[in-house]
């Protein structure tokens, strides 16, 4: 298969409704078919990337060990809006992923250099 | 000419989704462009579902779907993680987990998402309808 950059954006909850799972599905699979796999949290799909989730209370599974896991399917490549991690009022400390936070112009750059783009 | 790759979201009645995708698909086509897969992911592999039973004087997604496929050579495949989980099942998946009944429009294929990535990697372009 012919390798090409793909940026899967994550711009929802992780609870609440499933796309956060979708994305995190169509992220293993680009890695394992040997696509260049990078991650973008927007929105308020930075809420993914905080620490201690307890999705148990509302009956759900918790995605944190499973995003958590993406650096060993290749994935290593993870970004946040800065912006939005303030507007939700995340600092770097409670994130449990170490994804690279980026201002406005940079994300500008990071979809330019992307071949596709998957929005979830 | 351009290649597309389609991925379909969106359910089929709560949702426009389909139907815009369809619409799109069908144009795309009469403009003398290539569709090379439709990939229903998440709420849209109802679209798959053979059980809808639409309102009177309403032809059925799955039908819609499967004429258009056929007559175009258009490769239609429901992601098969989505699909379980909504019971949109295969003869082969329903004998497996012992359920009564296919679901699927057999004009669709059940396949995994190394469909959508082979085929977005493959077209010049792709679209996602109701995300």
Not at chain 2, 1 to 14: Q, R
């Amino acid at each position: 298969m012919t390798q090409k950059r793909i940026l899967i954006v994550c711009r929802r909850p992780p609870y609440g409704e499933s796309f956060a799972r979708e994305a995190l599905d169509v992220a293993m699979a680009s890695a394992a078919f040997d696509q260049e796999t990078a991650l973008l949290f927007l929105d308020a799909g930075v809420t993914l990337l905080a620490k201690n989730q307890q999705p148990e209370t509302i009956g759900d599974k918790s995605l944190e060990k499973q995003f958590a896991a993406l650096p060993l399917y290749d994935v290593n490549e993870l970004y946040v809006d800065a912006d939005a991690l303030q507007q939700y009022r995340l600092s770097q400390t409670d994130l449990s992923l170490p994804a690279q936070p980026l201002a406005t112009g940079e994300i500008t750059q990071l979809l330019e250099r992307s071949d596709i783009v998957l929005n979830f | 000419m351009t290649s597309f790759a389609l991925m379909v979201l969106g359910a089929p009645v709560s949702t426009q989704a389909p139907q815009t995708a369809l619409a799109f698909a069908r144009a795309a086509v009469q403009g003398g462009h290539r569709i090379l897969r439709v990939f229903f992911f998440h709420d849209g592999v109802h679209c798959g579902n053979q059980m809808l039973v639409p309102p009177a004087g309403q032809q059925p997604i799955a039908e819609q779907w499967a004429a258009f496929a056929q007559q175009h050579n258009i490769d239609l495949v429901v992601c098969v993680a989505s699909a379980l989980k909504r019971g949109v099942l295969d003869a082969g998946e329903a004998k497996r987990y012992d359920k009564p009944a296919a679901t699927l429009h057999p004009a669709f294929a059940l396949s995994g998402l190394g469909q959508w990535i082979d085929a977005c990697v493959n077209a010049e372009r792709h679209l996602s309808f109701g995300s």
